[in-house]
Protein backbone atom coordinates (compact mmCIF):
# COMPACT_ATOMS: atom_id res chain seq x y z
CA UNK A 1 0.00 0.00 0.00
CA UNK A 2 1.71 3.63 -0.76
CA UNK A 3 1.91 5.87 1.51
CA UNK A 4 1.92 3.22 4.32
CA UNK A 5 5.99 3.53 4.64
CA UNK A 6 7.91 6.47 6.46
CA UNK A 7 8.14 9.16 4.69
CA UNK A 8 11.98 10.08 2.70
CA UNK A 9 14.11 12.43 4.70
CA UNK A 10 14.21 15.88 2.81
CA UNK A 11 16.04 17.15 0.15
CA UNK A 12 18.46 20.35 -0.13
CA UNK A 13 15.23 22.51 -1.75
CA UNK A 14 12.43 21.11 -0.16
CA UNK A 15 10.40 23.52 1.65
CA UNK A 16 6.83 25.01 2.23
CA UNK A 17 6.14 27.68 0.00
CA UNK A 18 6.15 30.89 0.77
CA UNK A 19 3.34 33.62 0.57
CA UNK A 20 3.85 36.05 -2.19
CA UNK A 21 3.45 38.92 -0.44
CA UNK A 22 6.48 37.87 1.62
CA UNK A 23 9.43 40.27 1.99
CA UNK A 24 12.24 39.20 -0.69
CA UNK A 25 14.80 39.47 2.18
CA UNK A 26 13.51 37.34 4.59
CA UNK A 27 12.48 34.66 1.87
CA UNK A 28 16.36 34.87 1.13
CA UNK A 29 17.02 34.65 4.29
CA UNK A 30 14.65 31.62 5.26
CA UNK A 31 16.19 29.77 1.94
CA UNK A 32 20.06 30.35 3.26
CA UNK A 33 19.18 29.22 6.74
CA UNK A 34 17.44 26.58 5.32
CA UNK A 35 19.93 25.16 2.74
CA UNK A 36 23.02 26.04 5.13
CA UNK A 37 21.08 22.77 7.70
CA UNK A 38 22.06 20.73 5.15
CA UNK A 39 25.55 21.54 5.56
CA UNK A 40 27.84 24.04 4.49
CA UNK A 41 26.98 25.53 1.02
CA UNK A 42 28.97 28.08 -1.26
CA UNK A 43 27.71 31.37 -2.06
CA UNK A 44 26.83 30.38 -5.68
CA UNK A 45 24.94 27.42 -4.38
CA UNK A 46 22.96 29.58 -2.49
CA UNK A 47 22.18 31.90 -5.53
CA UNK A 48 20.98 29.47 -7.68
CA UNK A 49 18.92 28.18 -5.49
CA UNK A 50 17.07 31.62 -4.25
CA UNK A 51 17.18 32.29 -8.03
CA UNK A 52 15.02 29.49 -8.73
CA UNK A 53 12.77 30.25 -5.82
CA UNK A 54 12.37 33.98 -7.81
CA UNK A 55 13.91 35.68 -5.21
CA UNK A 56 14.93 39.29 -6.37
CA UNK A 57 19.09 39.47 -7.27
CA UNK A 58 18.98 42.60 -4.86
CA UNK A 59 17.35 40.29 -1.63
CA UNK A 60 19.88 37.69 -2.30
CA UNK A 61 23.03 39.54 -2.67
CA UNK A 62 22.12 41.55 0.54
CA UNK A 63 21.84 38.69 2.29
CA UNK A 64 24.35 36.72 0.74
CA UNK A 65 26.63 39.99 1.45
CA UNK A 66 25.49 39.65 5.37
CA UNK A 67 25.98 36.25 5.86
CA UNK A 68 29.48 36.32 4.44
CA UNK A 69 30.38 39.33 6.83
CA UNK A 70 29.57 36.98 9.75
CA UNK A 71 30.57 34.00 8.44
CA UNK A 72 27.88 31.92 7.61
CA UNK A 73 29.15 31.70 3.81
CA UNK A 74 32.67 31.90 3.35
CA UNK A 75 33.80 30.35 0.01
CA UNK A 76 37.36 30.18 1.51
CA UNK A 77 36.61 28.09 4.13
CA UNK A 78 34.74 25.80 2.20
CA UNK A 79 37.12 25.16 -0.48
CA UNK A 80 39.95 24.53 2.34
CA UNK A 81 37.94 22.03 3.89
CA UNK A 82 36.71 20.45 0.87
CA UNK A 83 39.76 19.90 -0.67
CA UNK A 84 41.17 18.65 2.63
CA UNK A 85 38.39 15.96 2.97
CA UNK A 86 37.89 15.01 -0.61
CA UNK A 87 42.05 14.52 -0.57
CA UNK A 88 41.79 12.57 2.57
CA UNK A 89 38.83 10.48 2.06
CA UNK A 90 39.04 9.73 -1.45
CA UNK A 91 42.69 10.44 -2.42
CA UNK A 92 41.04 12.72 -5.17
CA UNK A 93 44.48 14.93 -6.75
CA UNK A 94 44.44 18.45 -7.88
CA UNK A 95 42.50 18.94 -10.91
CA UNK A 96 39.71 16.76 -10.19
CA UNK A 97 39.77 18.40 -6.51
CA UNK A 98 39.63 21.81 -8.74
CA UNK A 99 36.95 20.47 -11.25
CA UNK A 100 34.27 19.74 -8.36
CA UNK A 101 35.00 23.38 -6.28
CA UNK A 102 34.55 25.09 -9.72
CA UNK A 103 31.37 23.29 -10.42
CA UNK A 104 30.29 24.16 -7.18
CA UNK A 105 30.31 27.94 -7.56
CA UNK A 106 33.77 28.62 -5.65
CA UNK A 107 35.84 31.40 -7.88
CA UNK A 108 39.42 30.45 -9.39
CA UNK A 109 41.19 32.35 -7.41
CA UNK A 110 39.68 30.91 -4.13
CA UNK A 111 40.23 27.13 -5.89
CA UNK A 112 43.99 28.02 -6.66
CA UNK A 113 44.52 29.11 -2.68
CA UNK A 114 42.91 26.06 -1.46
CA UNK A 115 44.59 23.79 -3.63
CA UNK A 116 47.88 25.65 -2.88
CA UNK A 117 47.39 23.83 0.95
CA UNK A 118 47.66 20.69 -0.95
CA UNK A 119 50.96 19.45 -0.48
CA UNK A 120 52.94 17.99 -3.75
CA UNK A 121 54.64 15.06 -1.35
CA UNK A 122 51.43 14.00 0.47
CA UNK A 123 49.63 14.41 -3.25
CA UNK A 124 52.57 11.59 -4.33
CA UNK A 125 51.82 9.73 -1.56
CA UNK A 126 48.16 9.20 -1.76
CA UNK A 127 48.59 7.94 -5.44
CA UNK A 128 50.81 5.29 -3.96
CA UNK A 129 48.52 4.71 -1.17
CA UNK A 130 45.87 4.18 -3.69
CA UNK A 131 48.15 2.03 -5.68
CA UNK A 132 49.11 -0.30 -3.15
CA UNK A 133 45.84 -1.08 -2.04
CA UNK A 134 44.49 -2.36 -5.28
CA UNK A 135 47.78 -4.10 -6.30
CA UNK A 136 47.11 -7.11 -4.93
CA UNK A 137 43.56 -7.06 -6.53
CA UNK A 138 45.72 -7.23 -9.98
CA UNK A 139 48.27 -9.88 -9.28
CA UNK A 140 46.32 -12.34 -12.14
CA UNK A 141 46.72 -9.78 -14.60
CA UNK A 142 48.95 -9.74 -17.11
CA UNK A 143 51.88 -6.45 -16.37
CA UNK A 144 50.29 -4.43 -19.28
CA UNK A 145 46.61 -4.68 -17.84
CA UNK A 146 48.03 -3.84 -14.84
CA UNK A 147 49.50 -1.21 -15.42
CA UNK A 148 46.14 -0.05 -17.34
CA UNK A 149 44.00 -0.78 -14.60
CA UNK A 150 46.29 1.12 -12.12
CA UNK A 151 46.88 4.58 -13.95
CA UNK A 152 42.90 4.45 -15.14
CA UNK A 153 42.19 4.70 -11.23
CA UNK A 154 44.78 7.82 -10.74
CA UNK A 155 43.27 9.13 -14.03
CA UNK A 156 39.81 8.95 -12.46
CA UNK A 157 40.70 10.51 -9.55
CA UNK A 158 42.67 13.16 -11.44
CA UNK A 159 46.17 12.44 -11.10
CA UNK A 160 47.98 13.72 -13.94
CA UNK A 161 49.82 10.35 -16.87
CA UNK A 162 53.47 10.61 -16.00
CA UNK A 163 53.02 11.12 -12.01
CA UNK A 164 50.55 7.69 -12.51
CA UNK A 165 52.70 5.49 -14.67
CA UNK A 166 55.64 6.03 -12.49
CA UNK A 167 53.65 5.45 -9.35
CA UNK A 168 52.31 2.19 -10.70
CA UNK A 169 55.52 1.38 -12.31
CA UNK A 170 57.41 1.94 -9.08
CA UNK A 171 55.02 -0.38 -7.52
CA UNK A 172 55.02 -3.22 -9.87
CA UNK A 173 58.68 -3.00 -9.54
CA UNK A 174 59.03 -3.09 -5.90
CA UNK A 175 56.69 -6.76 -6.31
CA UNK A 176 59.59 -7.73 -8.33
CA UNK A 177 58.05 -7.41 -11.96
CA UNK A 178 60.54 -7.00 -14.72
CA UNK A 179 62.08 -3.76 -15.84
CA UNK A 180 61.66 -5.79 -19.11
CA UNK A 181 57.76 -6.12 -18.94
CA UNK A 182 56.88 -2.73 -18.13
CA UNK A 183 58.96 -1.26 -21.30
CA UNK A 184 56.70 1.29 -23.23
CA UNK A 185 53.94 1.31 -21.55
CA UNK A 186 54.07 4.23 -20.12
CA UNK A 187 53.38 5.95 -23.54
CA UNK A 188 51.82 9.14 -21.31
CA UNK A 189 52.51 12.41 -21.34
CA UNK A 190 55.21 13.04 -18.52
CA UNK A 191 53.87 15.73 -15.83
Known sequence: MAGR????????GDHVDMAPDA??????RTIALQQLGYGPRTRAQLEQVMARRNVPA??????????SEVGLVDDAAYASAWVESRHSGRGLARRALAHELRH???????????LDE????????T????????LSSTRSLEPAARVR??????????????LSYRVVREALAAEGVAEDQLAGLDTADPD
Not at 23 to 28: G, I
Not at 118 to 125: I, N, S, Y
Not at 149 to 162: N, V
Open 58 to 67: ESARRVLERF
Open 23 to 28: DPDDVA
Open 127 to 134: ARALVARR
Open 5 to 12: GRAAPPEP
Open 104 to 114: RGVPDLLVDQA
Open 149 to 162: RLTGLLARKGYPGG
Open 118 to 125: LDPDRELA
